[in-house]
């Protein structure tokens, strides 16, 4: 086909007729930009359907995660309220003068001083973050809902945070005071029925009272966030879901 353009060509200089081989070299030309386009957009096309695939895979993976977040959280709202209940009923001892339950106290310790936090996932969200490909995601409302998702996570974080930075200074003094020789037949868990904890022992270890008084406002504040974290979750993982 070259060839034939070329004697063409060859023909219509000979000739001079120099309009028709404009014509024919501009004819040419426009044949080699519009082959040339037509192959970028194939490569873009090809490209944009990789980075898609890529995208999806992240975004299955941060919807198992959202999934196992929501299952903890839901596990762990529950121990935060029932700690709130022992808590609740703790402090009405100290305001009554009376325990009507001394078992209660050994589940308010525990709940108060075992400490459990929520461990989210999101491995898969900083992959995604790193990788620059969050740039490409469609669904900007996908992307806010993310990031807020995350900030929630950040936030309930830095609760947790100061919860522990209370609790662990009270128990360090009980330490000092000798609460655990004391008391050490709370720690054996076969000898339960044999723990008596009187309003005069607590009043041995006033810190307890300021402890769980705090206690309650934190843990009032965890299973807000908590129950903030679920319906984000749930409102991220149906657009995902819808996305798909």
Do not use: C
Not at 65 to 72: A, E, V, Y
Not at 108 to 113: E, H, I, V
Not at 156 to 172: A, L, R
Request: charge should be negative.
């Amino acid at each position: 086909m070259s060839n034939e353009f070329f004697k063409t060509r060859w023909q219509l200089v000979k000739g001079r007729k120099y309009r028709d081989y404009i014509t024919i070299a501009l004819g040419e030309l426009i044949l080699l930009v519009f082959g040339i386009f037509i192959a970028l957009q194939i490569d873009n096309w090809n490209q944009d359907r990789q980075e898609k695939k890529i995208i999806d895979a992240y975004l299955v993976l941060i919807s198992k995660d959202l999934q196992s977040d929501i299952q903890s959280i839901e596990e762990l709202m529950e121990n935060r309220k029932q700690a709130l209940i022992y808590t609740d009923s703790i402090l009405s001892y100290y305001r009554n003068g009376y325990i009507a339950n001394s078992k209660l106290f050994e589940r308010g310790y525990f709940s108060l001083f075992i400490e459990t936090r929520f461990h989210p996932n999101t491995t898969a969200f900083e992959s995604l973050k790193n990788s620059g490909f969050m740039k490409n995601l469609e669904n900007l409302e996908i992307e806010e809902q993310l990031n807020q998702y995350h900030q929630l996570i950040e936030n309930i974080s830095f609760v947790e945070d100061k919860f522990i930075n209370m609790t662990q200074p009270v128990e360090n003094s009980l330490v000092l005071k000798g609460f655990y020789s004391e008391y050490n037949q709370i720690f054996k868990w076969q000898n339960r029925d044999t723990v008596i904890f009187t309003k005069q022992s607590m009043n041995k270890y006033p810190e307890f009272e300021a402890a769980f008084i705090k206690a309650k406002m934190f843990q009032e504040e965890l299973i807000n966030n908590y129950k903030g974290l679920l319906l984000k979750g749930d409102e991220t993982l149906k657009l995902i879901n819808n996305g798909d």
